[in-house]
């Protein structure tokens, strides 16, 4: 969300929704702080996050607009129990997922 939109938006609301606004604003931040240090001597970005669409795309932005990735160099690994003969968990079975970065370059 880039200022001006901040700007109209909260110009719009009135003082309790403001609040509103900004504990929401603020309780989203400290859960992606918690799933950034839950990555702490692994290869991901950030683990454990709880498996939802919301969750999914709040921390590929997050990754996006402080690291400065891509979404091409971003890549998700469901967790979760494995119910089919695959080796990986799909993710309509997941409980959470993690968030890494690819190793590759891309032009």
């Not at 309790?16 to 900004?22: A, L, M, P, R, T």
């Not at 950034?36 to 996006?64: A, D, Q, R």
Request: net charge positive; proline share 1%; charged share 30%.
């Amino acid at each position: 969300m880039t200022n001006e939109e901040l700007t109209k938006k909260l110009s719009s609301m009135t003082d309790e929704e403001i609040e509103k606004f900004w504990e929401d604003r603020l309780a989203k931040n400290l859960k992606i702080y918690e799933w950034s240090n839950n990555s702490n001597g692994f290869y991901s970005i950030m683990k454990g996050v709880p498996m939802s669409e919301e969750n999914l795309k709040t921390v590929k932005n997050h990754c996006i607009d402080v690291y400065g990735y891509t979404r091409r160099q971003l890549y998700v690994m469901y967790r979760g129990k494995r119910t089919s003969s695959s080796y990986c968990t799909l993710k309509k079975d997941a409980h959470s997922f993690d968030i890494y970065k690819r190793n590759v370059s891309y032009r």
